[in-house]
Structures are given as C-alpha cells and as structure tokens.
C-alpha cells in the first residue's frame, strides 16, 4: 500500500505504509494531503501508536470534511470500524493533551462523520473544561461554534460545557463571523442549554450580518430567543 502526499520539499511523492515510523512532520503532511478518507484510514492503521495531538486533530478534520454529506457515509464507517475504533483509543488517551483547536476539530469531525463515538465527546467536554474554571476560556470563535454544532448534531448532553461555551461566546461576540454565529445560535438553540440572553444576541448579530440559515433553523433561533 502507499499513500501520496504533497511535501512542500519534495512535491508530489509516494509513501510505502510499509516502510516503519514517519517522521511527525510526513505524518502531518500525509493527512493535510489526504484527498480521499482511505487515505486517513491508511495512516491510522499504519501510524496511529506514534499520533500526536496535532495529528489526531487532522485526523479527525479530514475524516469529517472528507465525509461530509456523502451518501456512502454510514457504509464506510461501518466498513473501517476497527480501525475508527484504534482511533478513538488513541483520541481517548491525548485529549488531556490537546489545545482548544484539537478538541474542537475532534469532535467537528466525528460529528461530520456520524461516527458512535460519546466516549470521545464526554472527554472533549471534560478536557475542554480543565480546572473548573474552564479551559474553555481560550476557545476561540471558531472553537466554540465547531464544538458547540458537534455536540448538538450528535445530541450529547454537555450543559457544563455549552454554559463555558456561552461564556466565552459572550465576550468574544464581536470577533465571531457569519458562519460561527449560525453554528453556534443553532447548536444553542437546539439544546437543552438555556442561555436565552446568548441566542438572543447572536440572533440580532445575525440579523445584523444578512446571515441566511435554512428556513427551519432560522425559526429555531427566532422562537428559542423569544
């Protein structure tokens, strides 16, 4: 088997899954350049013991991204179950380890892939709240709307985390774009977190902004923020 990865030394080049350990900058390229999420999967069969934070973070991201909306989804993830699982235990054992932008691309990705995963998410929301006074406070805007979209997709209950989420989105509300304030008003508005005062001033960001969300999650907001 190999995989081609775009090296920005080398250009185009062939990688044998075969020949041992990467070194973690060829890792790193090997799945930003992933085109297919095969490739994904060949690396995580091959390379998943020497994955660092920054490496399971791309992972996730490009399984998800890969993923998105395809119709053959549920299949694939069927077919590559024990290698998603090798995963998901290797995710478990660096989530503690990970920055604010590792846990939100795990579990935007996951969410994407619609991959059984609440074991990931419960230690994201954990890992993401820190010392109780919450990790989540060095969220940035798109942090908080991927991460706060991936738990409402997937329906995981994390109201200690969306409260840390609304926190951090309330102080930062200026810096969101048009994109983080529809994740992050819909994902607010389809929990059970009632943070009325935080749906209520995305909404009018949102207004502000001529943000168009599909019809049905635009009442959503407008009735969640009532």
């Known amino acids: ?31 930003r350049s992933a085109r297919h999420p095969t490739d994904v999967i060949l690396c995580v069969r091959h390379w998943v013991p020497q994955m660092d934070k920054m490496h399971i973070g791309s992972a996730w991201h490009k399984i ?10 549920s299949e694939w993830v069927d077919e590559h179950a024990p290698t998603l699982a090798r995963l998901r235990e290797r995710t478990l054992a660096l989530v503690p380890e990970c920055e604010p ?20 998410f419960d230690a994201v929301a954990a890992a993401a709240l820190g010392d109780g006074r919450g990790s989540a406070v ?26 840390a989420l609304a926190h951090v989105s309330e102080l930062q509300l200026d ?6 304030l529809a994740m992050t008003a819909w994902a607010f508005a389809t929990t059970d977190a009632r943070c009325l005062s935080l749906v209520a001033a995305l909404t009018r960001q949102l207004s502000s902004a001529r943000v168009e969300l599909e019809p049905s999650s635009m009442r959503l907001v407008h009735a969640f923020s009532e």
């Open 1 to 31: 088997e190999h995989l081609e990865l775009d090296d920005p030394e080398l250009g185009r080049v062939r990688v044998g899954t075969a020949h041992g350990e990467l070194e973690p900058r060829a890792l790193g390229n090997a799945l």
């Open 64 to 73: 998800g991204d890969l993923l998105k909306g395809a119709r053959t989804r």
């Open 101 to 120: 932008r590792q846990l939100s691309n795990i579990v935007h990705g996951a969410a994407h892939a619609r991959v059984d995963a609440d074991d990931v």
């Open 138 to 163: 060095r969220f940035e805007p798109v942090n908080v709307a991927q991460t706060a979209w991936a738990f409402a997709t997937v329906g995981r209950a994390a109201p200690a985390l969306f409260d």
């Open 175 to 180: 810096y969101f774009d048009s994109q983080e």
